[in-house]
């Protein structure tokens, strides 16, 4: 709509105001419907394929290729739920687990640390150390798959824990959360403990971080679903089997390994069990993750 | 960005400090540069080496070749430049769909479940935003059931009377087959004789595969709840100045929408249309888990090409010189996208509607306008949510 | 000062726990290479299943116990981009599985070990895979198995659409008769992998193929673009379809499923119908024979030793335990594959008479090129195998010959 187009409509619209009013209360009761039905058909499309890949791993290999749709196995199967447990999956759910707590404990505590030093904190080459951060920031993590496996290959952590998880510690935009935050502390509420003597550390662990706690939850979310979502660091960083995660081994799975051919149950059946863990983590921080989402933006 | 440093009151405390900020963000900057700033200086020796991924890329016996990687790419023809071309290709039709279709979504997914008379927000919210938290290699592996040639969504547009196409197998792009059914098969010499970065320009008009059509289809699933939220965010902090102005003016639900929330979401639709951009172009995951480049090379994206290049052919400058290409690319694109939106702001939709609209008396104090040009600090914010979801 | 303690102690565990976490990583639960004594040799093998990583674990074990020396066996999901990263990080696996597409490439880098003409066995080999596997003038693998393709077909639907034993095609018109007669309903005649590694089969059958025996690049022969339009023809007419337009992820599956009553496959597919599909019958038939007479596509593997390995002799002997020919027969019975030592193929003729055609293919099969890059151009001529219907076979395989000679200067 043009400017000039308004001039015309605006004033028409205040001239009939009260019959429009009107209008508008009963249009608004059917639109209410309408609108519901729209979001309902959405929602349904964005949760039937989770429902369709749990009823599938439950279902046997002709079944889910002739029903896909269907959310009621013919006959309900646990053979490929088996079949992933007799394999290595077990060994992938633990190392992402191994994976996950190492990197998200890591990344609560060093973030804090550093956003803490850049907020509170005069020293020399602060501003340089922040330069550097912005300008990690912006490079996009595929453009690293390649050097990343050159260095850690360099420092002799390929195929281990290490290799793994240290390189994922790396979260400049996580030191970014925890100094915005931290600034929005007042400085005045470490004045107290300052004048009792407590040193830096002290006032950092026991007064500043508490306060913190919205920011670190955040920390917290992202991390957990990064670290244990991640797959391209998992692929060039390690090589032996026993040291695969879920997104690795799943990877493989999809591509054909375990079966000759698309036998879907399972690896539907892994693609389910894998998501758990997130949801789970989703459902018991979903008020902190919806409702703030200014939590995790405007801190 | 409030900035609260205080003066150091005592001398003393100001070397005491300077030594506590070091070694508090010694371990930061130590793993910083050791997994971040060192990696692409490697990388960059490694572009303009022949380095074939034996030993030490630093050992003796690797030479230097300057713009050797670089040029089989951009300039010579040949097959390493036709597939990055393809790739190019491919991905540049990703994110010219991708872009558009989950920012649009977002947006209008968050302005229906932000309505206050709505029942059952939370349910819609966590329905939507749900399939942004799972793995990039769940949902792919989901997607190739639900996309196979006898699955899902076949069986279901069966059902409707429509004939789903091979979604993962058929190369044809979705541009070539609407030309091919208006009986356009061939191209015109003008098209098929010249070309750019090894194909022809026919070749470049093929629109996105089937194939290439699921992954946009999963990007968009997968990342308008993270921007949902964003949206959603926004649109409560401006919640009250939207309604005031709305009913000053008296003005229609979608005449508000139009010309009071839009403009004041811009800052927001910014940041996610930069977010958009770069994660658009780093598609990954979905290519190693789902095709690898199949069919016909239709899903070989500039990202995975490199890594093939790299840890498939031992090809390890090339795939480092794709690297960095990758990411000339994706900060000349933020920079274009800054610098055209930047543009548009100098007349903000929201003032012309008041300078050329209802008479004064109509017209409120004028709130304070939101369209402060975005701080990049707030930026930065933004972007934590949205990174790790677009892979 | 209590507090400046108490900070420089966290700081100081800080710093400690990355670099714990460094070492910890490192010796106690990685199994690389790296963490493990230089006398073990670490084996790897991509596996077909179960049945072949038992197959080579036990023989790798009897070896061990024999000669005390360690050894372990890893499967690997990926094996060239395991290789590669292997090679590239100085600690390659000691063992592992090579083919002879991959061979140029690593020989190339001067990663792999030129250790084959020490071998004692050496001569025992079929010469034509000895050939596949030397780069510039030096064996770099030792032969362990070979596998031709053959032509399956599904008995059931065969009898079904009235056909006998002698209907079966032993040439190109004969083969599209007979897949069109078993296209009916939801099953489709013939269904192959869109790939070279099937289609080449066609111009070995021809009298074409990528290479003639001096070298020179042949892509775009006249009787390659003849064998690529007749394969055109097959897609068109509807009685040949490609796996993944079946909704299949390979020939055996499409085959397996019953979407497909015949199927282009090597010795290989013999496992997966046994353990996937078992209730499908199925006769094995040599391919029919093109204009210039019989042609199949061969592909060998072989064992190769790591030129960083730290073991080379003790590699040595573990590859001439394993390629010795009671071993292959072993490998052979559990795995289905064909042993790579000319002396046997009378006994697994004899083990497996419905197999024989596989192992005739033998007499008359080309095998991929081992031209360093070759993977690209494959790859790149697969991409165009799969657009096959709608191409011109002309011109793909004008842009073929381009690609090669660019890279078998």
């Not at chain 2, 991708?98 to 649009?104: H, L, S």
């Not at chain 3, 696996?93 to 070990?113: E, K, M, P, Q, R």
């Amino acid at each position: 709509m043009t400017a000039s187009e308004l001039q015309h409509t605006v004033p028409e619209v205040r001239s009939a105001k009260n019959r429009r009013f009107d209008k508008l209360a009963r249009r608004s009761r059917y639109s209410g419907i309408l609108v519901y039905i729209a979001l309902g058909i959405l929602a349904l499309v964005y949760i039937y394929p989770f429902l369709i890949s749990i009823a599938n791993s439950f279902k046997l290999d002709p079944d889910a290729a002739a029903n896909p749709i269907s959310l009621i196995p013919q006959t309900f199967s646990t053979e490929a739920l088996q079949r992933l447990f007799e394999a290595d999956f077990p060994t992938w759910f633990k190392n992402s687990a191994i994976v996950t707590v190492v990197v998200t404990s890591g990344r609560v505590f060093f973030n804090s640390l550093a956003g803490y030093a850049l907020s509170r904190l005069r020293f020399p080459g602060r501003g340089l150390v922040f330069a550097l951060l912005i300008a990690v920031m912006s490079v996009p993590s595929v453009v690293l798959l390649i050097p990343k496996f050159l260095v850690i290959n360099e420092l002799g952590m390929y195929d281990t824990y290490a290799g793994m998880t240290i390189p994922l510690l790396a979260d400049a935009a996580g030191i970014f959360i925890m100094k915005n935050f931290f600034e929005s502390i007042p400085a005045s509420v470490e004045e107290a403990a300052r004048i009792d003597g407590a040193g830096v550390f002290r006032r950092f662990w026991s007064v500043v971080l508490p306060m913190a706690r919205p920011a670190l939850v955040t920390i917290f979310i992202l991390s957990f679903q990064g670290s244990w979502n991640e797959m391209s660091h998992m692929i060039i960083s390690t090589q032996s089997p026993e040291l695969f995660t879920l997104t690795k081994g799943v990877a493989q799975l999809a591509s054909g390994a375990l079966s000759a051919g698309t036998q879907y149950p399972i690896k539907l059946a892994a693609a389910t069990i894998m998501t758990i863990p997130v949801a789970v983590l989703f459902f018991i921080f979903q008020k902190k993750i919806m409702n703030s989402s200014d939590g995790a933006v405007k801190e | 960005m409030m900035k609260r440093l205080k003066k150091p009151k005592e001398g003393g405390a100001h070397g005491h400090e300077a030594v506590a900020g070091w070694l508090f963000i010694s371990p930061m900057v130590i793993i910083l540069g050791l997994f971040l700033v060192i990696p692409v200086l490697m990388a960059a020796w490694v572009s303009v080496s022949d380095w074939t991924g034996r030993g030490s890329p630093f050992a003796s016996t690797v030479n230097f070749v300057g713009t050797d990687n670089y040029a089989k790419l951009l300039t010579e023809p040949g097959l390493a430049q036709s597939d990055f071309g393809m790739s190019i290709k491919n991905n540049s039709y990703y994110v010219l769909l991708v872009i558009p279709i989950q920012t649009a979504l977002s947006l209008f997914l968050a302005v229906m479940v932000n309505r206050r008379v709505l029942k059952g927000r939370g349910f819609f919210r966590t329905a939507f935003y749900f399939p942004s938290v799972t793995s990039s290699v769940a949902i792919t592996v989901i997607f190739l059931f639900l996309f196979s040639t006898t699955g899902a969504v076949n069986k279901a547009l069966h059902a409707i009377g429509v004939n789903g196409p091979q979604w993962f197998s058929d190369p044809k792009g979705i541009l070539h087959m609407a030309l091919g059914n208006m009986g356009i098969d061939t191209p015109p010499a003008a098209l098929a004789g010249h070309g750019f970065l090894g194909n022809s320009w026919w070749q470049w008009l093929s629109g996105p595969s089937p194939a290439m059509c699921v992954f946009i289809i999963m990007a968009v699933f997968t990342t308008s709840g993270t921007f949902m939220l964003l949206f959603i965010s926004a649109l409560q902090n401006l919640q009250g100045e939207v309604e005031e102005a709305g009913i000053m003016d008296g003005a229609s639900g979608w005449q508000r929408f139009w010309h009071i929330t839009l403009p004041m979401l811009k800052p927001t639709t910014f940041t996610v249309l930069t977010l958009g951009l770069i994660g658009t172009w780093q598609v990954f995951d979905q290519i190693y888990v789902g095709t690898k480049g199949n069919p016909s090379k239709t899903t070989l994206t500039p990202a995975y090409l490199s890594y093939s290049s790299s840890f498939q052919n031992n090809q390890w400058g090339r795939g480092a010189a794709i690297a960095f290409i990758l990411f000339a690319i994706i900060v000349a694109m933020t920079i274009l996208q800054r610098i055209v939106l930047r543009d548009r702001k100098t007349l903000p939709k929201r003032k012309r509607f008041y300078r050329d609209g209802p008479p004064s008396a109509v017209v409120p104090a004028t709130p304070t306008s939101p369209l402060v040009p975005t701080a990049s600090g707030a930026q930065m914010d933004d972007s934590t949510p949205g990174e790790g979801d677009q892979r | 000062m209590f507090h400046k303690k108490m900070m420089l102690t966290v700081a100081m565990t800080a710093v400690g726990a990355l670099a714990l976490a460094a070492c910890g990583g490192g010796s106690d639960d990685s199994n690389g290479a790296s963490s493990e004594s230089a006398s073990t040799i670490n084996v790897l093998i991509g596996s077909s299943g179960d049945a072949e990583t038992k197959a080579v674990t036990d023989a790798v074990a009897a070896w061990s116990t024999e000669s005390g020396v360690k050894a372990k066996v890893s499967v690997a999901s990926d094996i060239a981009q395991q290789l590669s990263q292997g090679f590239a990080s100085g600690n390659p696996a000691d063992v592992f599985y090579l083919t002879n597409d991959t061979i140029a490439t690593y020989a190339s880098n001067g990663s792999l070990d030129p250790f084959v003409e020490g071998l004692s066995n050496k001569d025992d080999f079929y010469p034509t895979i000895m050939d596949s596997f030397t780069y510039d003038g030096q064996v770099y693998a030792a032969p362990k198995d070979f596998s031709t393709l053959a032509l399956i077909i599904n008995s059931d639907k065969w009898a079904a659409a009235g056909l006998t034993d002698a209907d079966i095609p032993t040439s190109w018109d004969e083969l599209s008769t007979v897949a069109a007669k078993l296209t009916t309903g939801d099953t489709v005649g013939l269904s192959i992998s869109p790939e070279f590694a099937r289609v080449g089969a066609f111009f070995a059958q021809n009298g074409g193929w990528l290479v003639d025996d001096k070298g020179a690049v042949t892509a775009d022969s006249p009787e390659n673009v003849e064998a690529l339009t007749y394969v055109q023809s097959l897609l068109t007419s509807g009685s040949m379809k490609y796996a993944s337009e079946v909704g299949a992820g390979w020939g055996g599956e499409a085959f397996g499923t019953g979407a497909a009553a015949m199927t282009i496959e090597g010795n290989w597919i013999t496992g997966a119908l046994t353990n996937t599909y078992p209730d499908v019958k199925y006769t094995v038939a040599e391919l029919p024979a093109g204009p210039a007479g019989k042609g199949t596509m061969q592909f060998n593997g072989g064992w190769g030793i790591a030129a960083d390995s730290q073991n080379k002799d003790n590699a040595t002997k573990l590859v001439e335990y394993l390629t010795q020919p009671t071993q292959q027969l072993t490998f052979a019975t559990d795995f289905g594959v064909m042993p790579a030592v000319v002396s046997t193929a009378d006994q697994w003729k004899t083990d497996n008479p419905a197999l024989a055609p596989f192992i005739e293919g033998a007499d008359y099969a080309k095998s991929i090129p081992n031209i360093v890059g070759i993977k690209d151009v494959i790859d790149e001529l697969n991409s165009q195998i799969q657009s096959l219907s709608t191409g011109d076979p002309k011109t793909i395989l004008e842009s073929t010959q381009t690609n090669l000679e660019s890279i078998s200067k």
